[in-house]
């Protein structure tokens, strides 16, 4: 069983940054891959970004450019830089961890125009 415990969400404007975190409670050394979802009201999830332990990582579409993922296994943790935010940014973010698949509870960032 792998909790994971979100931070980071709040509510900013148009062009603003957040940082997420998400904090597993084992080493994220074991875990092959950490990342975020989100899921906007009446939308399907959508992958936003995930990293690897081995040092890859890849993001969504909407959010390349934007948006950067990182390991810090030092601090046994998973950030999400968001970058230039934008309206449409506005989701609930989910942590996860894989395999097996763990969902954290997730956390509200809302972008205002």
């Known amino acids: 069983q792998v909790q994971l415990v979100e931070s980071g969400g709040g509510m900013v404007q148009t062009g603003g940054s957040l940082r997420l975190s998400c904090v597993p409670n084992?080493?994220?050394?074991?875990?092959?891959?950490l990342g975020w979802y989100r899921q906007a009201p009446g939308k399907q999830r959508e992958l936003v970004a995930r990293a690897t332990n081995g040092g890859n990582s890849d993001y969504g579409d909407s959010v390349k450019g934007r948006f950067t993922i990182s390991r810090d296994n030092a601090k046994n943790t998973v950030y999400l830089q968001m970058n230039s935010l934008k309206p449409e940014d506005t989701a609930v973010y989910y942590c996860y961890a894989d395999p097996p698949l763990f969902w954290g509870q997730g956390t509200q960032v809302t972008v205002s125009s």
């Open positions: 084992k080493s994220i050394v074991s875990i092959y891959t």
